[in-house]
């Protein structure tokens, strides 16, 4: 499978961003954000369709796909992402600019666009509003107390033994994932050390965060975000938001589509019928 993209490395706040740009001379950008230990590569069917329209950039966050990792010490508290985005913003934009993100990425997007208003000129979350279950404060000390005990001990990927097992795994948390995309990501998400596959995401990842999600917070970015915003959800994804009325009424112009057929990653498993719902949106608020 083939991607016609540009590649290069973007450094921001220390980390060295791996970035994909398709049509980068389109007059106005789409900017695509993953999920959690997912890539930019994730973006590749769908942006080689938006591509057509529009200046396309993908990046890997930080200790995800081909960027860098933290140092010795640091950590991946999810306000860093929502840091780099802001330190990128100004390299990756170009003209109107808008924002596609998915999962993880999309909490990225709330919290920066509710941070700075008006960024973006449109927002589409791909399942991208977080966890379906809002944690209680009760809980926050006992989750400290776990992230505490997994950083004293070291963390590191077991090694695959063939391409095969990688693309099992990656169709254990999508089961809609084509063959030939799972094979495709296999690829651009492992290493061979050894004769054998390792992930090349940072394995620190592996640990529980510190800082549980909590909705309240989550609803308070959403009432500042002014863009408009397409809310998309898969027919098929086990994350179901709770809380779905409270969300719907929190963004000040939102709609919502339901993808039929569609897990929790709607542009890997039906990425034509997923762009057609972006351009209309997009066009529509031209």
């Known amino acids: 499978m083939k991607s016609e993209h540009e590649q290069k490395f973007i450094t921001a706040n220390g980390i060295r961003h ?7 001379e389109g007059k106005e950008t789409i900017v695509c954000l993953h999920g959690f230990v997912c890539s ?12 057509q329209k529009y200046r396309v950039v993908a990046f890997d966050f930080r200790g995800h796909g081909l960027s860098s990792w933290v140092k010795e010490g640091g950590y991946y508290h999810f306000f860093n992402y929502v840091a780099d985005l802001d330190a990128l913003w100004n390299q990756i934009s170009s003209g109107p600019t808008h924002i596609v993100a998915h999962s993880m990425g999309g909490m990225v997007a709330n919290y920066y666009l509710g941070a700075k208003p008006g960024q973006a000129k449109t927002l589409t979350l791909i399942e991208g509003e977080g966890p379906p279950r809002n944690t209680p404060f009760s809980e926050a000390p006992e989750k400290l107390e776990k992230w505490l005990s997994q950083m004293i001990q070291p963390q590191f990927h077991q090694p695959m033994e063939s391409l095969d097992i990688a693309m099992k795994k990656l169709k254990v948390y999508n089961r809609t ?16 050390v050894d004769g054998k596959y390792i992930w090349i995401f940072d394995p620190l990842h592996k640990t529980m965060a510190p800082q549980a999600f909590y909705s309240e917070q989550a609803l308070e970015f959403f009432r500042k975000i002014t863009c408009p915003v397409l809310r998309i959800k898969g027919s098929l ?12 009424k929190a963004f000040s112009q939102a709609i919502t589509k339901t993808m039929e057929g569609s897990s929790h990653f709607p542009h890997t498993d039906k990425p034509e019928e997923l762009a057609e719902l972006i351009e209309d949106f997009l066009q529509e608020h031209a």
Request: glycine share 0%; charged share 25%; hydrophobic share 40%.
């Open 237 to 248: 994804s086990p994350y179901k938001i709770t809380q779905e009325e409270l969300h719907q």
């Open 18 to 24: 791996n970035t994909l740009i398709w049509n980068p």
């Open 177 to 192: 994932l084509p063959d030939d995309f799972a094979e495709y990501l296999a690829r651009e998400m492992t290493k061979k």
């Open 40 to 51: 930019a590569f994730y973006f590749v069917k769908l942006a080689s369709i938006l591509k």
